[in-house]
């Protein structure tokens, strides 16, 4: 049986379908927290499909995200879990930027009473270890690997129950 929530994305309000097999995706969608407009249906549409093969696909109107596959309710499995943020922010910001609110893959933390975000070309480590520096210092963390910005607010939109994506590189540093 399908179960679907009703969650605001940095302010994008999505109707997210999901297979019932997939408890534990509905416990992680859960925690987004149910939208305020419940009362409605969402013009943009995320479904959790079972599949033998596993694959994103995008309508061609770009009003829904299929994200299709068997094994992808594992997510202690850590490529599970950030295919499944990575699809669905991505997928918001397609329609967020029209609003001026743009998805970085960055991390945020707080230092000098200033969220700061760190940023990359997304072949090293340095956002997550930047970030993690600086949480150090200021005991405040944000988010890790993708948050999104509105330009006109100057307002970072994180999601703290998703975890940090520590690489063994990054590990080795914070050990020594």
């Not at 939208?35 to 959790?48: G, L, P, T, V, Y």
Request: include cysteine; proline fraction near 2%; charge should be negative.
């Amino acid at each position: 049986m399908e179960t679907i929530y009703t969650i605001n994305l940095a302010g994008l309000v999505v109707d997210v379908h999901i297979d019932g097999a997939f408890e534990k995706i509905k416990d992680f969608i859960n925690r987004f927290g149910n939208s305020d407009n419940k009362n409605r249906d969402a013009e943009i549409r995320i479904f959790f499909l079972k599949g033998n093969d596993r694959k994103i696909e995008l309508s061609e109107k770009w009003d829904s995200l299929s994200i299709i596959g068997d094994n992808i309710n594992d997510l202690s499995d850590p490529f599970n879990l950030i295919g499944i943020t990575q699809a669905l922010f991505r997928f918001a910001a397609i329609h967020l930027v029209t609003r001026g609110i743009l998805l970085l893959h960055g991390s945020a933390a707080v230092l000098d009473n200033k969220i700061v975000c760190f940023g990359d070309d997304g072949n090293s480590t340095a956002k997550t270890l930047g970030s993690l520096e600086a949480a150090l210092e200021s005991k405040h963390y944000v988010v890790d690997e993708f948050c999104f910005f509105d330009v006109k607010n100057q307002r970072i939109f994180g999601y703290s129950f998703i975890p940090i994506h520590i690489r063994p590189g990054v590990k080795d540093h914070l050990k020594s």
